[in-house]
């Protein structure tokens, strides 16, 4: 059994929810956003095999894990005294991309390098991220946070596809894809 497997196993068991998902129906709340970040990194974890790295830097050991319902883009948060430092680190790391339906029910997960998002991403928004924290500037004019996406057609064209879930059942993984990726990080 692959960690795709392991994965998707998660996924059936936390992620597609199926009790919760008709508690909130019943009960008239959104479903979509009931799964918090965590999760994601979590099922992220699971499917890399990879641990956590703490509170700064990437997400998992080699790894940044973004989630977002379908055709919605892939947001990049950077705080005022580490943002410079992951912005150089998310040029290095792979990229997971979760998407999902409103129900959970469909989810595509694709990756990519961080090499070939830097130079459309993440050093054009280096300087940006500067100008936003700028100490010259007097503090009520800055920001408090810095914030840019990935646009999710730009993962679906360049990126490559490990798992697809369709109704709930896997339909597709790449394991060989996954492991291709895991040992460039070693």
């Known amino acids: 059994m692959s960690s795709l497997d392991d994965a998707y196993r998660f996924y059936s068991e936390h ?16 479903i979509s956003g009931s799964v918090p970040s ?5 099922f992220g974890a699971i499917l890399t095999q990879r641990s956590g790295t703490g509170n700064t830097g990437a997400d998992l050991l080699g790894w ?8 919605g883009s892939y947001e990049y948060q950077y705080h005022l005294n580490t943002g410079g430092e992951k912005l150089r680190e998310d040029c290095t790391v792979s990229h997971l ?16 390098r961080g090499e070939d998002l830097a130079d459309a991403y ?7 991220y500067l100008q936003n924290y700028d100490a010259s500037v007097p503090t009520q ?22 798992l697809r879930i369709e109704n709930g059942e896997m339909v597709f993984k790449d394991t060989d894809a996954l492991d ?7």
């Open 15 to 30: 992620i597609f929810d199926q009790e919760k998902i008709a508690l909130l129906t019943k009960h008239n709340l959104k």
């Open 180 to 186: 291709a990726l895991n040992q460039e990080l070693e």
């Open 122 to 128: 993440f050093r054009k928004w280096e300087p940006e």
């Open 141 to 162: 004019s800055r920001r408090q946070r810095f914030r840019r996406s990935i646009p999710r057609g730009h993962v679906a064209s360049n990126g490559i596809c490990l």
């Open 64 to 71: 940044e894990v973004k989630s977002a319902r379908n055709n």
């Open 97 to 112: 991309f979760c998407q999902y339906s409103e129900t959970y029910k469909d989810v595509m997960v694709m990756a990519m």
């Open 38 to 42: 965590v999760m994601w990194e979590l």
